[in-house]
């Protein structure tokens, strides 16, 4: 059965760091591209990040770029996305999610979210 477990997540000073996991199953993690998405209460969901299957290519929101870094262990099943400098306005519910493809060109499985909250 496939499945995406996002961790990581908690309460963060402005300024501070964290690092999300998104730990996957069910499927050959290698194949396919993962992405990071959050949405905020009272807004829709936003691509924060985005790698190819091979890690060889990443992609980010131009409000992360500079702060995020997206990386893959695929021996372990995993990837990351470590978030530093964060700000109040990264403020959400952080999601993972599989791509349809090795490309980050759409997504078709979404794992349960983790609450990410920036504030003093």
């Known amino acids: 059965q496939l499945q995406l477990v996002e961790s990581g997540g908690g309460l963060v000073h402005p300024g501070g760091s964290l690092r999300l996991s998104c730990a996957a199953s069910?499927?050959?993690?290698?194949?396919?591209?993962i992405g990071w998405f959050r949405q905020a209460p009272g807004k829709e969901r936003e691509a924060v990040s985005c790698i190819r299957s091979s890690g060889s290519s990443t992609n980010y929101a131009d409000s992360v770029k500079e702060r995020f870094t997206i990386s893959r262990d695929n021996a372990k099943n995993t990837v990351y996305l470590q978030m530093n400098s964060l700000k109040p306005e990264d403020t959400a519910v952080y999601y993972c999610a599989k791509g349809s493809s090795g490309g980050c060109r759409g997504f078709n499985s979404w794992g349960q979210g983790t609450q990410v909250t920036v504030s003093s």
């Open positions: 069910g499927f050959t993690l290698a194949s396919y591209a």
